[in-house]
């Protein structure tokens, strides 16, 4: 599945992608490492995290024949600041709601 339109909450729907986050959200950590704790293949791992590393949400970096991820600091700000306008929005129009209710 393509995400042409870079719509990372798209991609963090899917479970493994979500999990590949938050263990990542803990620290760096080797694609070998990834495979060890989630119930995929290594091949699949990897692709999660091609997916992941498109849209901007990890990075990573080669030591010998390793490559090892990690959370990129800039796409996961990105998405807390749609989450935060999401819920700002929402506020503002739970607040107008109950002032025409009175």
């Given at each position: 599945m393509a995400y042409e339109d870079g719509d990372a909450w798209m991609a963090l729907a899917d479970g493994t992608r979500r999990a590949i986050v938050m263990r990542l959200a803990e620290g760096e950590l080797a694609v070998g490492e990834l495979a060890a704790v989630l119930p995929v293949s290594q091949p699949a791992v990897s692709q999660?995290?091609?997916v992941l590393?498109?849209?901007g949400l990890v990075s990573d970096r080669a030591e010998?024949?390793?490559r090892f991820y990690?959370?990129?600091e800039a796409g996961?700000?990105?998405?807390r600041d749609q989450?935060?306008?999401f819920w700002k929005r929402t506020m503002s129009g739970f607040e107008q709601l109950m002032?025409?209710?009175r």
């Amino acid at each position: 599945m393509a995400y042409e339109d870079g719509d990372a909450w798209m991609a963090l729907a899917d479970g493994t992608r979500r999990a590949i986050v938050m263990r990542l959200a803990e620290g760096e950590l080797a694609v070998g490492e990834l495979a060890a704790v989630l119930p995929v293949s290594q091949p699949a791992v990897s692709q999660h995290l091609k997916v992941l590393k498109d849209l901007g949400l990890v990075s990573d970096r080669a030591e010998g024949t390793k490559r090892f991820y990690r959370l990129n600091e800039a796409g996961v700000t990105a998405l807390r600041d749609q989450l935060d306008m999401f819920w700002k929005r929402t506020m503002s129009g739970f607040e107008q709601l109950m002032e025409e209710e009175r």
